[in-house]
């Protein structure tokens, strides 16, 4: 399961909010999310949050049908704990409803709310005004009758090779201090293939998800609704360059193509050193890229690699991110006593992100000493939190700093 966490808190007049994204932990519950609440715990702990938000994506795992009995259970011992005992107030969605095809996408969304923080509003989508939020809410199984959402799958033409895709977004509204903002939940299509992602550059699989993150922004910022500061994060399976990627690492290497031998098509990719006895550096089939030196994925964060994290620069204009300091975020992997090592599926790379309209970055208050107040990092960096790393990102706003210039804002119409 993917996933991201966003935190806001709150002093004199600003907030401080917490957003994060987490993904995949339901095949081992046991082990993982053990692990997963821990490490969560710790961060609610050092950041103290007035607004948090929890974005899921593969809610239940990728054998959801089995793992939904464990989702209550995690639920539960969310909203219970010790730990959350200052979070009076909370939401939560669940698209549970995994008998509908047509429908279900796997997202959940979680939205906490310190007993200190005062008059919080949730827009209403159907009604077009915030209602006030008190209480702990849970809502699951179909999401569509729900009106303080808006929820989407994305169609099937877009990813035709994927016979039932569960992609798509969902969004809420909040007004917190007179400050409007909308948070999205998002799942983008993944790389079906290496050998089909190395072919071009960009590959064909950030094209599709290039056309679906666009379909995302146009549709939140439509004249339905007055337009507002946006946070979108989640699993945007972003890739690195492929083509670049494995040019740069075997640059001094030789490939040998190998074939099938009743349909003639490139099943795999050997990349040799030309001396060094010929040792093999890189094999890639569909579901491999083994490299043999993990280490340039993990040294000084990977930050050598981000040259080759170029599809988000298609959206420079309309999202902001702040400057990345962790690790790929996936493919990490899932056996429980390898915290930091990587499969060897996927070319390593950063899905999981928190990103955030130009406006949005407005929001956030700069610093004014040497108080590190923005923190964008992940979550348990030496523990298995499943085959993605959750991040996080954790900034202050000011009181009605989202607010239009000389307009009071529709926060005060509320039932």
């Not at 987490?22 to 053990?34: D, H, I, R, T």
């Not at 939205?111 to 919080?120: A, R, V």
Request: charged residues 25%.
């Amino acid at each position: 399961m993917a996933g991201a966490i966003m935190p806001l808190y709150c002093c004199k007049n600003t907030f401080l909010s917490l957003l994060i994204n987490f993904c995949l932990f339901f095949f081992q519950p046991e082990n993982l999310q053990k692990n997963w609440l821990r490490e969560f715990y710790q961060v609610v702990h050092a950041h103290k949050p007035h607004f948090m938000a929890l974005h899921c994506q593969e809610f239940g795992g990728k054998n959801y049908e089995a793992s939904m009995s464990h989702v209550d259970k995690f639920v539960k011992e969310l909203l219970s704990s010790d730990a959350m005992k200052d979070y009076n107030r909370a939401r939560v969605y669940l698209d549970e409803n995994y008998k509908s095809q047509e429908h279900f996408t796997a997202l959940g969304s979680f939205y906490f709310l310190h007993e200190s923080l005062k008059n919080i509003y949730q827009f209403d989508f159907k009604a077009k005004k915030y209602k006030k939020v008190t209480g702990k809410e849970i809502y699951s199984d179909t999401l569509e009758s729900t009106p303080m959402l808006e929820k989407e799958k994305f169609p099937q033409d877009y990813f035709p090779e994927c016979k039932w895709s569960r992609k798509g977004f969902i969004r809420t509204r909040w007004c917190i201090t007179d400050c409007a903002f909308d948070l999205v939940n998002i799942h983008l299509f993944h790389d079906a293939s290496n050998l089909i992602a190395w072919e071009t550059s960009p590959s064909v699989y950030s094209g599709i998800r290039h056309k679906a993150l666009g379909y995302v922004l146009d549709r939140i910022i439509d004249q339905r609704f007055e337009k507002v500061s946006y946070f979108v994060f989640g699993d945007f399976n972003f890739r690195l360059d492929a083509k670049a990627v494995v040019e740069t690492l075997c640059a001094k290497a030789t490939m040998q193509t190998i074939r099938a031998a009743d349909t003639n098509e490139v099943v795999k990719l050997i990349f040799r050193e030309s001396d060094n006895d010929r040792k093999v550096m890189l094999q890639l089939e569909k579901k491999l890229f083994d490299y043999f030196n993990q280490d340039v994925f993990r040294d000084n964060n990977g930050t050598a690699l981000l040259e080759f994290d170029r599809e988000l620069s298609v959206f420079k204009d309309r999202l902001y991110e702040l400057d990345i300091s962790f690790p790929p975020s996936y493919p990490y992997s899932e056996d429980s006593s390898q915290g930091k090592q990587y499969m060897n599926t996927r070319c390593p790379a950063w899905c999981d992100r928190i990103l955030m309209s130009h406006s949005a970055k407005e929001l956030i208050l700069k610093s004014e000493n040497d108080e590190k107040i923005v923190i964008y990092d992940h979550i348990g960096p030496n523990v298995c939190m499943g085959d993605h790393k959750p991040v996080f990102l954790s900034f202050r706003i000011a009181a009605g700093a989202g607010k239009p210039i000389a307009n009071v804002h529709k926060c005060c119409v509320v039932q």
